[in-house]
């Protein structure tokens, strides 16, 4: 006797995943022209990876030979934003990193595949963002929600607050339908309407298109995937985001809908949100790794928390920062942090005496080109079309 999928998906249910939707893998894998054509037009900036990956999201029998059905998995992460007056940072990133959170639970979904198919642990892969996998496009085919305009998968359950992991399969599952039958001649913005209220509010104009987003505009990339300098013109549109930035999310109307999260697959770390950028820019390297151990910011490094902080504090004139930016600008061992240092400096208005002594300490150009910078704030570029 066939196994029940209903009984598999309510199995998966109370190991906490929120939503629990089959699509089958077939010739045409959802999403893989419109990534490619993203691609092509150099949108994912720096990441590089995704570009070599082309190859596996658009074929999933190369991630998993045979494979025939994916399981998508989401994880609700809504809950009320943190606004303190302190730093703004990105609501997923006031968690443990999700990725280690909700892995145990794509571990318990494995046993019971197996359980429930007599599968082997060959049979199954399963991955939490980080896999060659089209996870939004994959959501919005088996019914999870819809891509919206801002290139979010969006739920009318959730709104825009969903985890999302995947596992392939070598078992046939029933498909579930698309959230309406609109989807096949309108795979974006599907339920949107006529709101274009997430590519207005974008303080970068990083969505040239509905459903496009364009990273290397994007404030969450400027804060977190860029590795060096963040070019000046995207710095005060940056505004008070520490870490990533969720404003084509939090203005969309579906977010009416969104409940709080239960948390049993993630591990809440609100009192991050309670740091003041001093508390940031004065961390010493032990200091940032007991503070932010287990964290996805982890990965951003001191380095990068540090610039970030440096921008942060010049645009909303945090003038009790200007000491440990000070610090930063004459005595920080990396020359990006020093060069966001002066930057900050210089938009404070500091003396020119005081920024003529540090530029005789320095020998770095990329540090002497802010010393010597003639605008500090030429404003965002108009919005690429291209």
């Known amino acids: 006797m066939r196994p029940d999928p209903e009984a598999l998906r309510s199995r998966l249910h109370t190991l906490g995943f929120d939503v629990v939707r089959f699509a089958p893998i077939g010739e045409f894998t959802p999403g893989s022209k419109a990534f490619a054509d993203w691609l092509e037009l150099g949108y994912q900036g720096e990441m590089a990876w995704l570009e070599r990956s082309l190859p596996k999201r658009s074929d999933p029998d190369l991630v998993l030979k045979g494979a025939q059905s994916m399981i998508v998995l989401g994880v609700n992460y809504g809950d009320t934003p943190a606004r303190s007056g302190r730093p703004t940072w990105a609501r997923y ?70 985890f999302l992991a995947a596992i392939l399969v070598r078992t046939d599952l029933p498909a579930n339908a698309a959230v309406s039958r609109r989807y096949q001649d309108q795979p974006v913005g599907t339920l949107c309407g006529g709101c ?135 005595n920080h061992s990396e020359a990006m942090v020093r060069a966001h240092a002066v930057w900050a400096l210089r938009v404070f208005g500091l003396e020119t005496a005081e920024l003529v002594h540090l530029a005789e300490q320095e020998e770095d150009e990329v540090v002497l080109a802010e010393y010597r910078r003639e605008e500090l704030n030429p404003g965002t570029p108009p919005r690429s079309t291209s």
């Not at 199954?124 to 060659?132: E, L, N």
Request: aromatic share 8%.
């Open 196 to 330: 274009t209220a997430c590519l207005e509010a974008c303080p970068t104009g990083a969505l040239p298109a509905p459903g496009v987003l364009d990273a290397r505009r994007c404030i969450s990339y400027l804060t977190i995937e860029l590795k060096g300098v963040i070019p000046v013109e995207w710095r005060q549109a940056i505004g008070d985001r520490i870490y990533g930035c969720d404003v084509c999310a939090e203005v969309c109307p579906w977010n009416r809908f969104a409940q709080v999260s239960r948390s049993v697959l993630l591990a809440p770390r609100p009192e991050i949100a309670e740091l003041t950028l001093r508390d940031i820019l004065e961390l010493t390297p032990e200091r940032f790794a007991e503070v932010f151990k287990g964290t996805a910011i982890k990965r951003l490094k001191l380095r990068g928390l540090l610039r970030n902080a440096c921008i942060v504090a010049a645009n909303i004139d945090a003038q009790d920062c200007i000491p440990a930016i000070h610090r930063l600008a004459g």
């Open 93 to 162: 990133s006031l968690y443990r990193d999700y990725h280690d959170t909700i892995k145990p639970g794509l571990v318990a979904a494995g046993r019971e595949l197996e359980q429930w198919g007599g599968l082997s642990d060959r049979d199954y892969r399963y991955y939490v963002d980080t896999g060659p996998v089209l996870e939004r496009s994959w959501s919005a085919q088996a019914g999870v929600g819809f891509t919206g305009k801002n290139a979010m998968l969006i739920s009318r359950d959730f709104g825009n607050w969903l």
